[in-house]
C-alpha cells in the first residue's frame, strides 16, 4: 500500500523528578542533603532513510513518545536520562507544523534528521538548593514536561527521471522493461493507480531511479482523475520524460495530448513545467511505416525519441541519453556548490521554520 500523507502526534520524554534525601549512617548523624536531579527526558527525532519508500507505517500508529526522563536518587545519584525516539521515513518527506501549518523540516535526501519535539530536563534535587543559611533544604524541583506537537508528513518521492503522459500512454511498460520494477500492465485506463519506483542499471555501475506517475488528464492540476494527489511527486524529479502515444489509442491526438498534459504541469506549478524534458513516442509497433511518427516531429518541431516497449526498440538509446542528461545536471551542481562556505542568512530557504522559535 502506498501512503504518502500523515498525520501524528509526537511528544517528548517528561524530565525525571529532584529527589528530598539525607546522608544516614552510622556515626554521622548530620549527613545532610544527597538528592540527586532527575534526568532529562528523551527527545523525538525524525530521520530520513532509503529503507522506506511510504509513510506506511503511520498508518495504524498516530502517536509517538519518547521515553521519559528518570527519577533522582538518595546518595547524590542522578535519574537516567530517557532514550530518544528516532522516527524513520522516506527521504523527501516534508514536515510540517499542523496547528501553526509551517514547515518544519524538508527532509529532501537520505540520513538526514530532526529534532521535532525536546525531552524535557530533570527537576533538581535537594542538594541544589542548601545554602549556609538552609543546610537541611526539603525541596525538590519536579521535572519539565517534553514537548509535543501535532506534525503532517507529505512524501514527495525522490526521482531522476519522472514519467508523465495520458492514461494507457505505455509508462508502466516502459518501466518495466528498463527496470526491475513490476508495476500493474493493462489495456485500461488508469491501470496504475500509485507512484511506482524502478532503479535502471547501466554498464559501469551507473544507475538512476524512474517514476512512474499515475496517468494525468486535464483538469488534474484542479482535483480531476488520479493526477491531482500525485502531482507533487513530479516535483522531485530532476528531468521529465514525456510520453505520447504514436497509435492515439487513448482517444487523443499525440500533439493535442502533448499539450495538455503541458498546460496540467504549468498550471499545478510553474516550477516544475521548467523542468528539463525529454519526449518519447511510444509504441512504435503500431507505426510501422513511421508515417505517424514523422507527422509528430514535423507537427511538434521537437525533438523525438521513438520507442517500442514491446520489442524493446530504442529502450538501450534511450537509457544511455537519459543518463547523459543527468550526468549534465549533476557537473552543473557541482560547478555551482561551493563547499565551506556559510550560507548567509538572507539566502537561507524561506520556507522552513526554526523549531526553536516555536
Known sequence: ???????????????????????????????????????????????????????????????????????????????????????????????????????????????????????????????????????????????????????????????????????????????????????????????????HLGIVELSDYRRFIVADIPGLIEGSHKGQGLGHDFLRHIERTRIILHLLDISGSNGMEPVKSYHAIRHELSEYSPVLAQKPEIIVAAKMDLDPQKKEFQTLCQEMNKDIIPISSVTGSGLKDLSELLWKEIDKLNAEITKKDSPGLPVPPHLQDENETDINEL
Open 1 to 195: 500500500m502506498f501512503i504518502d500523507q500523515a498525520e501524528i502526534y509526537v511528544k517528548a520524554g517528561d524530565g525525571g523528578n529532584g529527589c528530598v534525601s539525607f546522608r544516614r549512617e552510622k556515626f554521622i548523624p548530620k549527613g545532610g542533603p544527597d538528592g540527586g536531579d532527575g534526568g532529562k527526558g528523551g527527545s523525538v527525532i525524525i530521520r530520513s532513510t532509503r529503507s522506506h519508500t511510504t509513510l506506511l507505517d503511520f498508518a495504524g500508529k498516530h502517536h509517538w513518545t519518547a521515553q521519559r526522563g528518570g527519577d533522582g536518587k538518595g546518595k547524590n545519584m542522578y535519574g537516567k536520562n530517557g532514550d530518544d525516539l528516532i522516527i524513520e521515513v522516506p527521504a523527501g518527506t516534508i514536515i510540517y507544523d499542523y496547528d501553526r501549518n509551517v514547515i518544519l523540516k524538508d527532509l529532501d535526501g537520505p540520513d538526514q534528521e530532526v529534532c521535532v519535539a525536546r525531552g524535557g530536563r530533570g527537576g533538581k534535587g535537594n542538594k541544589r538548593f542548601a545554602t549556609p543559611s538552609n543546610q537541611t533544604p526539603r525541596i525538590a524541583k519536579p521535572g519539565k514536561a517534553g514537548q509535543e506537537r501535532h506534525l503532517k508528513l507529505e512524501l514527495k518521492l525522490i526521482a531522476d527521471i519522472g514519467l508523465v503522459g495520458l492514461p494507457n500512454a505505455g509508462k508502466s511498460t516502459l518501466l518495466s522493461r528498463i527496470s526491475a520494477a513490476r508495476p500493474k500492465v493493462a489495456s485500461y485506463p488508469f491501470t496504475t493507480l500509485q507512484p
